[in-house]
């Protein structure tokens, strides 16, 4: 069989797949591209009845569509020899339907991200008031609508360590570090978190977890170093400390660091 009947045949089966799933717009584009190939090849015998057949049938249930029939500057009809008329239709159908979806998911989207905010305002005005389950209930909802607001693990956990709140902020930072495995910030927090919670062996196994990840990072040493020192761990903190001024010979505070840690050492 011709590879451009094959395509044609295949358009056809996914502009109904996507007909039944009421996906529209796909529908659409992929009965639209099925006619472009249409139009460039000899259709025979067989092949010509299966696929008139198929252009007939997706012709007229798109066309009964309100949407469709809403945006169609003519008829949705097809009929052999008008290929180029229903082509022409579709493409301006096309282009209004997908303007008209974006529109739609970018209102959505601000709907969400008004949602987001509100509910981070409610969730920090209880931690204010000292309402902690409250809060976090304002924290959860907000996570529920999150799509792609990098920053919004990060902002809870902030915000609850800047209520005294560290051994729950841990959660946040947490998801902050699984959802975006490539951010050092996200370990950096994860470790800040854990200090604050007097957990340092947990935030020392966050960082080096981001070491695996990401590669050595003179960041992460100093910070690991700091954990160790918070522990009394003299000879691990100064051990590294120096793989960090290994990766960065000019930082500061690593070097005022390994001073200090060589005095005790």
Known sequence: MNKSIQKIKTHLARSKAYYNRNEILRSLVSLAEALKLELSVKLSGQDK?????????????????????????APLVFSPGQERNVLVCLAKTIKVMHAVALKEDHEKAMERKISIDKLMLHGQTCLQNGKISEAEKAFNEAIELYVDEKALFSMIGTSLIEAGQERLAVKYFIQAMEEYPDDAQSYLKVAEAYQKADNPKSGIRALKRGMK?????????????????????????????????ALDEHNYKAKKLRERLAGKA
């Open 49 to 73: 009845l299966v696929v008139l057949n198929g252009l007939r049938e997706m012709t007229q249930l798109l066309g009964r569509i309100e949407e469709v029939k809403k945006y169609c500057p």
């Open 213 to 245: 990840h990401l590669g050595k990072r003179a960041d992460f040493y100093l910070q690991i170093a700091l954990l160790e020192q918070a522990q009394g761990n003299t000879k691990e903190a100064l051990q590294s400390v120096t793989e960090s001024l």
